[in-house]
């Protein structure tokens, strides 16, 4: 979870007007490194957002994935964990998260 861009620019305000670290650390109850980071950060760029976190798959591309099972529609869940190199656990929580189901009609 991480703070909002407003209450993030208060402490920032805060510390503007000539006010330490130690005091915004205690007055707003957060950790004085979180503080010191955005004080930095706003220093150095003047934007005080988040970046953008960069998540990837690791080992099973899903658009890989939902293409085989669309061509294999009747294929194991061990048979596609071997093409992926991979457990069958894995291949399951990705079919999971996709929301395909193994269920048969």
């Excluded at 503007?16 to 503080?35: P, V, W």
């Excluded at 190199?85 to 048969?104: D, E, P």
């Amino acid at each position: 979870m991480s703070y909002s861009i407003d209450f993030r620019l208060k402490v920032v305000a805060f510390l503007c007007k000539g006010n330490s670290q130690r005091k915004a650390a205690e007055l707003f109850g957060i950790n004085l490194e979180t503080i010191n980071k955005w004080y930095q950060k706003y220093r150095d760029t003047g934007d005080i957002s988040n970046e953008p976190l960069n998540r990837s798959f690791k080992k099973i591309d899903p658009e890989k994935l939902e293409s085989f099972v669309n061509r294999y529609p009747d294929s194991y869940l061990s048979e596609i964990a071997e093409e992926f190199s991979c457990s069958v656990a894995a291949i399951h929580k990705a079919l999971k998260r996709l929301g395909i189901t193994r269920k048969k009609n």
